[in-house]
């Protein structure tokens, strides 16, 4: 949905083409810091609970919230990445 509303919305400003490839190229963005940061909080989330243990440090963050945040960022920019490939297809570009 994502993905098609930026092609959409570049489309007011550029061609088809160049429209459609700056929204996947978005969407292949938020796709990859998605899948990094997941990443990074399933590797190092017991690290970082146990250090706020440790400093004493207060704080919401944990293991399973952002793996799950980031879980869903992932989808988003695949979805995102995969509905701006729908659309070139669809502008035959």
Do not use: H, N, Y
Request: no cysteine; charged share 10%.
């Amino acid at each position: 949905m994502v993905g098609a509303v930026v092609s959409a919305g570049l489309l007011a400003f550029w061609p088809p083409k160049p429209a459609t490839d700056t929204s996947f190229a978005l969407g292949a963005l938020v796709l990859g810091f998605g899948v990094t940061a997941w990443s990074t909080a399933v590797g190092l989330g017991r690290t970082i609970e146990g250090l706020q243990a440790r400093l004493d440090v207060s704080s919401d963050w944990t293991e399973a919230s952002a793996r799950e945040a980031f879980f869903v960022l992932s989808w988003t920019g695949t979805g995102w990445a995969f509905a701006a490939a729908l659309l070139s297809v669809a502008l035959g570009v």
